[in-house]
């Protein structure tokens, strides 16, 4: 009963609803990622890789140019030539594109150790570069309003961006030209190529589209979320993305909500290591909301799916 108590005691507090949000914005920006890749018809299974990829160029390039703006910038240009790299090995050599994703993925994980040895001389943590870190930001008037001040204003600039990008993407696919190509291509290519949309294209647009969300995502991660680059960092966030997007149903707004659950579950699990909880519990706890999370949606979709059958 103490345990309870002492959890409904973190949980509702000021800095637990803080940090959610910013916990949440490196999963928001891979799942919308998710998102825009998933309506093309194309699964970016690469967001764990490129979120690692890009989150080491920002650190790199913000450290060299002493600009954390320009180290972002480097940071979305390579997430995006990474992501249309999974596009070349999937659309023109035919590769299978599960593969391509976790070879990225594969990349991400030990050739950042490579290539951060080689731009700093360290292995594990960027100790030698002096990156620099996004902004935050006080909204005036609001950070001024009791509670809801304290929860909404001060976040790092790219914590506003991730939910801004859920309109946008929602702008995007639901509201202009592009977009409409985008859907018709991911629910029938064939279709869609009929009309004379050229549904490679559309797939690589969408994929360098999904790259720069999950570049920003992996910038956030060392320029936001922390002020440096650790190996494994994103630890997961590029999978849990793809389970918010799966139970968001493809939908930016329905992803942005699942993505703000499994943030509650990681805000959750880093708040219950003062309680005294063993550490192995404690890590579990964002996976377990994610495997509750899928075994609902599963049974949902299992649910549906029948009732159209009979």
């Given at each position: 009963?103490?345990?309870?108590?002492?959890?409904?005691?973190?949980?509702?507090?000021?800095?637990?609803?803080?940090?959610?949000?910013?916990?949440?914005?490196?999963?928001?920006?891979?799942?919308?990622?998710?998102?825009?890749?998933?309506?093309?018809?194309?699964?970016?299974?690469?967001?764990?890789?490129?979120?690692?990829?890009?989150?080491?160029?920002?650190?790199?390039?913000?450290?060299?140019?002493?600009?954390?703006?320009?180290?972002?910038?480097?940071?979305?240009?390579?997430?995006?030539?990474?992501?249309?790299?999974?596009?070349?090995?999937?659309?023109?050599?035919?590769?299978?594109?599960?593969?391509?994703?976790?070879?990225?993925?594969?990349?991400?994980?030990?050739?950042?150790?490579?290539?951060?040895?080689?731009?700093?001389?360290?292995?594990?943590?960027?100790?030698?570069?002096?990156?620099?870190?996004?902004?935050?930001?006080?909204?005036?008037?609001?950070?001024?309003?009791?509670?809801?001040?304290?929860?909404?204003?001060?976040?790092?600039?790219?914590?506003?961006?991730?939910?801004?990008?859920?309109?946008?993407?929602?702008?995007?696919?639901?509201?202009?030209?592009?977009?409409?190509?985008?859907r018709a291509v991911g629910e029938s290519p064939n279709a869609a190529d009929s009309v004379g949309v050229s549904v490679n294209r559309i797939k690589y647009i969408a994929l360098g589209i999904s790259g720069a969300l999950a570049g920003l995502?992996?910038?956030?991660?060392?320029?936001?979320?922390?002020?440096?680059?650790?190996?494994?960092?994103?630890?997961?966030?590029?999978?849990?993305?793809?389970?918010?997007?799966?139970?968001?149903?493809?939908?930016?707004?329905?992803?942005?909500?699942?993505?703000?659950?499994?943030?509650?579950?990681?805000?959750?699990?880093?708040?219950?290591?003062?309680?005294?909880?063993?550490?192995?519990?404690?890590?579990?706890?964002?996976?377990?909301?994610?495997?509750?999370?899928?075994?609902?949606?599963?049974?949902?979709?299992?649910?549906?799916?029948?009732?159209?059958?009979?």
């Amino acid at each position: 009963m103490k345990m309870l108590t002492d959890i409904f005691g973190i949980i509702f507090t000021e800095a637990f609803a803080f940090s959610i949000f910013r916990i949440t914005t490196p999963i928001l920006f891979a799942a919308l990622a998710a998102v825009v890749a998933d309506r093309a018809g194309v699964t970016n299974i690469g967001l764990e890789g490129i979120m690692m990829i890009s989150a080491l160029t920002g650190v790199i390039f913000s450290a060299w140019t002493q600009s954390a703006w320009i180290g972002l910038l480097c940071a979305i240009l390579l997430g995006m030539a990474t992501a249309l790299m999974i596009g070349f090995f999937a659309l023109k050599l035919k590769t299978d594109i599960i593969l391509a994703g976790i070879a990225v993925n594969m990349l991400g994980s030990g050739g950042t150790v490579f290539f951060m040895y080689l731009a700093s001389g360290d292995r594990g943590y960027s100790a030698n570069l002096a990156s620099k870190v996004m902004p935050t930001v006080n909204i005036p008037g609001l950070q001024s309003i009791p509670v809801l001040g304290g929860i909404l204003s001060g976040h790092n600039i790219l914590t506003y961006l991730a939910f801004a990008a859920v309109l946008l993407v929602w702008v995007l696919l639901y509201k202009t030209p592009m977009g409409l190509q985008i859907r018709a291509v991911g629910e029938s290519p064939n279709a869609a190529d009929s009309v004379g949309v050229s549904v490679n294209r559309i797939k690589y647009i969408a994929l360098g589209i999904s790259g720069a969300l999950a570049g920003l995502g992996g910038a956030f991660m060392s320029m936001g979320y922390m002020s440096s680059f650790n190996t494994g960092m994103t630890a997961g966030r590029g999978f849990i993305a793809l389970a918010a997007e799966a139970m968001g149903r493809g939908e930016p707004i329905g992803t942005m909500l699942t993505s703000l659950l499994f943030g509650f579950a990681d805000a959750l699990a880093n708040n219950m290591q003062s309680l005294g909880l063993p550490q192995e519990l404690v890590a579990m706890t964002p996976y377990v909301f994610t495997i509750v999370g899928l075994a609902a949606y599963a049974a949902s979709t299992l649910k549906k799916n029948r009732k159209k059958l009979e």
